[in-house]
């Protein structure tokens, strides 16, 4: 167990709906980290905030937005779901943003797009 | 796309040591060598990290080359627990500190 958690662990629904993936970063870290694992694509950096700031972007959709809460927890919205959206979500959290600062990884969030 | 290179696949038999290779040739000097597994499905889990020296935790060894340009990662004892994808991401080399996942190497221990 890492000590983050993501809710919820699995996700049906339709294309052109809108969800929402809600992660908790351990205890005491400030940055969290959101990935996408699809079987054709790996693991893909999306996006970054550290303690309440987005601090990076990757190849996030413009369709995808993400944010972090005063309490450290964050959300990741994705909005007019097309079927390739379907991918395993990760949450990451790691104490600082510093090269030396390892991230550790949620459970994830199976999202199926029907 | 990521900077690292691993071979696809490993093997090994179970109580033998497992010695996972990874190339970084373009490795900047600040960038710390991470590795990190994924069993089935299951979030990456963190093994092990160092920047120049050879590094040791509960789970693994992570041995650095003094150019840096290539790590390898040491099991010393496996078990059929440790089969796994095993990854060396790149750390992006910018101020977000991303991790830039590649292919990664799937071991596959053997009883």
């Known amino acids: 167990d890492s000590g983050v958690t993501q809710t919820p662990k699995h996700l049906i629904t339709a294309t052109g709906q809108r969800v929402t993936l809600r992660c908790s970063p351990r205890?005491?870290?400030?940055?969290v980290y959101w990935y996408q694992q699809s079987l054709d694509q790996g693991l893909q950096f999306l996006i970054q905030?550290?303690?309440?700031?987005?601090?990076a972007k990757g190849n996030i959709l413009e369709r995808f937005s993400a944010q972090q809460f005063p309490d450290l927890h964050s959300e990741l919205n994705l909005s007019s779901l097309e079927l390739g959206d379907s991918a395993l979500y990760f949450c990451?959290?790691?104490?600082?943003?510093?090269?030396?600062?390892?991230?550790?990884f949620g459970p994830g969030t199976r999202l199926t797009v029907t | 796309d990521a900077k690292t290179t691993q071979p696809p696949s490993m093997d090994c038999a179970e109580g033998r040591a497992a010695n996972l290779p990874c190339n970084h040739s373009t490795i900047s000097g600040n960038e710390y060598v991470y590795w990190y597994r994924q069993i089935h499905s299951q979030g990456p889990q963190y093994i092990i990290h160092g920047l120049k020296n050879n590094e040791t935790n509960e789970m693994a060894s992570l041995i650095i080359t003094e150019d840096r340009k290539s790590s390898t990662l040491i099991l010393p004892h496996a078990t059929l627990r440790d089969t796994a994808v095993y990854y060396c991401?790149?750390?992006?080399?910018?101020?977000?500190?991303?991790?830039?996942f590649g292919s990664g190497t799937r071991l596959l221990v053997r009883p």
């Open positions: 905030y550290y303690n309440g700031e987005e601090r």
């Open positions: 990451a959290s790691s104490v600082g943003t510093g090269r030396s600062y390892e991230q550790y």
């Open positions: 991401p790149d750390g992006g080399g910018d101020s977000s500190y991303k991790l830039i």
């Open positions: 205890s005491g870290d400030l940055s």
